[in-house]
């Protein structure tokens, strides 16, 4: 069962937090990009009063073993530090290190119990932050954050969100996707897809866990990007005209 969020911010009470996750290359960052863009252009509407930020998960994460962090330290430690350094010699080479966690899930386990512990703290410290400025210094009374996280399910901060948007493609396609991005052979770009949860996975965690708020999933497999992309506008709509809409009116 999920545990029930702590996430309150005295100043601040009025944020959602709509998590969008889903596997390697099922199309994440393009849709939330997109999501920003039209979110952004409600905020503007006549008698609208609401703030939106992006919040990127993995962008955090690396930012929680930058020089002088204690999960830099940390990360020498465990894997070595020959292993990891860049030829700065100071900064933790993130191709070094994901060519050995993605191998290994013994490793990936390694990292993950280095850094997830923290992670909640990290993600929440962003998630008020921007909301604060929202807030305080904008003077919205609501705020919208699009939080995209790969590991929301895995990690835990599924249990912050309001509401979760999910991509998901076929295995093939994820593959195809990662080796022409990437520039990963097959067999390593299937390492990587192998160590996230399935799509089946996240949704059956997401209905059966006592998650409250409404679940919105995009299979990217067959579509273009062009699309995918109308479906998120359309999808966000409906999510305004029932859900912030209502709660978004400036008052007079
Ligand atoms: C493994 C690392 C070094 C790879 O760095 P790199 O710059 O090459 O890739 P990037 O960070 O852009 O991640 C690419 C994709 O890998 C997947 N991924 C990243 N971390 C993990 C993880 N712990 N478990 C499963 N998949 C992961 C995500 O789909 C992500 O979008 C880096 O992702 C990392 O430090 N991960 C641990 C922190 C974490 O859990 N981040 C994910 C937050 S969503
Ligand atoms: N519907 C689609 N059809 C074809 N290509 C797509 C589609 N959606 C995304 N892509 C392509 O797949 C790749 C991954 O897309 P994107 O970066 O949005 O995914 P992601 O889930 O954020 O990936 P990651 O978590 O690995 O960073 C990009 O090169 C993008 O152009």
Known sequence: MLRKSRFFCANVPYTTILGFTGGIASGKSSRCQHLLKIALQKAEQPNVSLGVSYVSA????HSMYEPGKPCHKKILDAFGRDAVISEDGVTIDRRKLGGIVFANKAQMDKLNGILWPHFDEA???IVEENASVSTLQHGNRNTLIILEAAVLIEQGFVKHCNDVWLTSC????AIQRVVKRNGLSVAEATMRIESQMTIEDRLNFLKTSGFAG???HFDTTDVTL????????????EYWTKKLRPMCRSVA
């Open 58 to 61: 993995d962008q955090v994460g």
């Open 123 to 125: 993600l929440l410290t």
């Open 170 to 173: 076929s295995k093939d396609e």
């Open 214 to 216: 409404s679940i919105q």
């Open 226 to 237: 062009e699309v995918g992309l109308k479906q998120v506008a359309t999808a966000f709509d």
